[in-house]
């Protein structure tokens, strides 16, 4: 076995071993992002706090409910542990591609998409607008909010969105935000203040049969603030795990003491320790 000091050395040597010509070139862009620069920064201490896990985690990954999501959660541990230079392996580049997420299979889908940024999500979930009846747009940074509000506009998708320019939390609160729009975060020295809600109180007396949440690590706080709606509805879910070490098997653990009754999945949407998302539904 091979051990890496760093993400920055792991994807170096697959870059140069691996034979294809996009692989590689995917490789080098990550590794010159800054999104991914701060990543690299973080991996010894992120991979040491989830080698103190790594039984759980192993655990779990056979629990869930197909083969390439036991495959793909084992993977993305052994890579955040620098654990050898072959665990990329398979990347799903589809999103909400499991089974029991089939949109509209079940009547008409309500989605709470927390982090909706400028409307990108939004616009991949339209292309089967017959399945959707009510899309919640919820984007905490302002500017991204102005050019939400703009692509809702510019494609005529006033009449099944509304638009909630919070963040959401365990509270109503202000929370200070760092001014990144592509990756906005909480941050004490954060140069702009948010208003923070509870989904539960943002979306209450609505129907929701899907979540997502990709909010820069304050997914975990965020579902707490849900806790009614998971109870009650049991959404299905779309939970990025990959801003916090813990959030690995501390969201999991939350959700199932909640809802028993959830299945999951795992998909690993990147060739690099980012999109790596915990699908639920109590569904098969």
């Not at 991979?47 to 084992?74: C, G, N």
């Amino acid at each position: 076995m091979i051990l890496f000091k760093s993400e920055a050395d792991l994807l170096r040597f697959r870059c140069a071993m691996d034979k294809t010509a996009l692989t590689r070139w995917l490789m080098r862009r990550m590794l010159n992002s800054p999104k991914q620069a701060a990543v690299v920064k973080d991996l010894p201490q992120r991979a040491e706090t989830i080698r103190a896990h790594v039984p759980w985690l192993k655990t779990f990954a056979q629990s869930l409910q197909d083969e390439r999501s036991r495959s793909a959660f084992s993977r993305y541990v052994d890579y955040c542990t620098l654990n050898g230079p072959d665990n990329l392996g398979r990347v799903d580049l589809d999103w909400y591609c499991i089974s029991a997420f089939e949109f509209g299979k079940h009547g008409q889908e309500y989605v709470a998409d927390c982090g909706a940024y400028t409307g990108d999500t939004l616009l991949e979930f339209v292309k089967d607008a017959g399945g959707l009846g009510k899309y919640y747009a919820i984007e905490a940074h302002p500017r991204n909010v102005d050019e939400l509000r703009h692509t809702i506009a510019q494609h005529g998708l006033a009449n099944m969105t509304d638009v909630y320019p919070y963040a959401v939390w365990h509270e109503n609160t202000r929370l200070a935000f760092d001014s990144n729009t592509s990756a906005s975060s909480v941050n004490e020295q954060g140069s702009i203040v948010v208003e923070a809600r509870k989904l539960d109180e943002l979306l209450a007396d609505k129907p929701v049969t899907l979540i997502k949440m990709d909010i820069e690590g304050a997914e975990h706080n965020a579902l707490q603030g849900a806790e009614s709606i998971l109870r009650t509805q049991k959404p299905k879910l779309a939970i990025s795990l990959y801003h916090k070490p813990e959030d690995l098997w501390q969201i999991p653990q939350y959700l199932t003491s909640v809802v028993p009754e959830y299945r999951y999945w795992a998909r690993w949407h990147s060739y690099r320790t980012t999109e790596f998302v915990l699908y639920a539904s109590v569904r098969n």
